[in-house]
Nanobody, 120 residues
């Protein structure tokens, strides 16, 4: 049974920083791609950033230069360092992982989400 456990959300003032973590546990062979999505009230879920097992990254234009995604393949963990946060970054942030489970099996998983609120 694979689980994604997220941590690091909270309330921060504009201009502040937060670091999100997402750790995958279970019988996992490796990472194909892990990433963070976010969903604000009344808006569609959007990709924030993703990183492949090989380290290739992809960012939404709205976060380029402010957010950095990284991963620890050994710990099967992905991090999202968020700097210069803006009120429009307020959303539930959800971890997504495309994982190799062995025997050629690859499956996609979602975390439960962590709230990020940027407000003064």
């Amino acid at each position: 049974q694979v689980q994604l456990v997220e941590s690091g959300g909270g309330l921060v003032q504009p201009g502040g920083s937060l670091r999100l973590s997402c750790a995958a546990s279970g019988n996992i062979f490796g990472i194909y791609v892990m990433g963070w999505y976010r969903q604000a009230p009344g808006k569609q879920r959007e990709l924030v950033a993703s990183i492949t097992g090989g380290g290739n990254t992809n960012y939404a234009d709205s976060v380029k230069g402010r957010f950095t995604i990284s991963r620890d393949n050994a710990k099967i963990t992905v991090y999202l360092q968020m700097n210069s946060l803006k009120p429009e970054d307020t959303a539930v942030y959800l971890c997504n992982a495309d994982l190799f489970l062995g025997l050629g099996v690859r499956k996609n998983y979602w975390g439960q989400g962590t709230q990020v609120t940027v407000s003064s």
